[in-house]
């Protein structure tokens, strides 16, 4: 068998020339170039405490993507999504916080990963009159820290923050609730003040919410329920201006504050003084 032999030979990928006279690529500039872990995990903190944080983030970015195996790359996740929360940039801190739980769910820093999720919904709530997914994705968020990490550090602040999306999310449904009352629609109204007392009894809409439930339930001729609801605001805000209209209203009609036991406020009530 005839071989043939190899004519070509090696063809270097720089400052050659190619057919036509033309210049080869220099193909090396295309290759990143590839700092140490711990040089550019350093340099992202440098950033981020001289408050340069777009620049910290791609420092850390750089570390995950060239050192992906790299205990820098566990570290620079993590922070990266902080630089993203400091940044205003929620949505790329969550998707972060999210992947670094789901990588590395038992490290040290996960919990702290889980606080960032929380803080960057935290930082979305809006105003009552809008829309409170973002006080319910907070909620939830921290709910998860307390349960999955009790002795947090981060805990006492995550507590408190569940407190004023509960709150936020308490005054959502007041607010409804008052529009249909102001239009009659009581059903609809009455079913917006029982969430308040029953899922959000901590908050401070509670009492207003027993109010109402007062005022609608006795313009449904419910005068049981509204006696009820009195006596429940009585007992836990007796000094209440809320109780004195509620305690006129039923006077009006020739009734008083009395509570019905088998009553869902009753029951709800009961929850509301912690017994």
């Keep these: 068998m005839l071989v043939l032999p190899v004519l070509l030979a090696p063809v270097a990928l720089s400052g050659c020339m190619g057919f036509g006279g033309e210049k080869d690529l220099d193909l090396s500039t295309y290759v990143e170039e590839t700092d140490p872990a711990d040089k550019l995990y350093n340099e992202g903190l440098a950033n981020m405490n001289a408050g340069r944080m777009g620049e910290a983030i791609k420092k850390f970015e750089a570390v995950d993507r060239q050192h992906p195996y790299s205990e820098f790359a566990r570290k620079s996740l993590v922070m990266g999504a902080f630089a993203n929360y400091r940044q205003g940039n929620y949505d790329e801190a969550i998707s972060g916080a999210k992947r670094y739980i789901s990588l590395y769910p038992t490290s040290p820093d996960a919990a702290y ?66 529009y249909y009352l102001e239009r009659r629609e009581y059903i609809a109204a009455m079913k917006r003040f029982r969430v308040v007392v029953e899922t959000y009894s901590s908050t401070r809409h509670v009492e207003e919410a027993l109010a109402r439930l007062v005022e609608g339930y006795y313009a449904m001729g419910l005068t049981s329920e509204a006696q009820t609801a009195a006596a429940v605001l009585g007992h836990n805000y007796p000094d209440s201006q809320w109780y004195k209209d509620s305690y006129a209203l039923l006077q009006k009609g020739g009734l008083e504050p009395r509570e019905n036991t088998g009553s869902w406020i009753s029951k709800a009530g009961r929850a509301i003084i912690g017994t």
């Design 113 to 178: 990963a889980q606080y960032i999720i929380g803080l960057s919904w935290y930082r979305q709530i809006r105003d009552v009159t809008q829309d409170q997914k973002e006080a319910r994705r907070t909620v939830e968020a921290m709910d998860e820290l307390v349960q999955r990490w009790p002795d947090s550090e981060y805990v006492e602040d995550a507590k408190a923050k569940m407190r004023f999306a509960r709150d936020q999310l308490a005054g959502k449904e007041m607010q409804v609730g008052r």
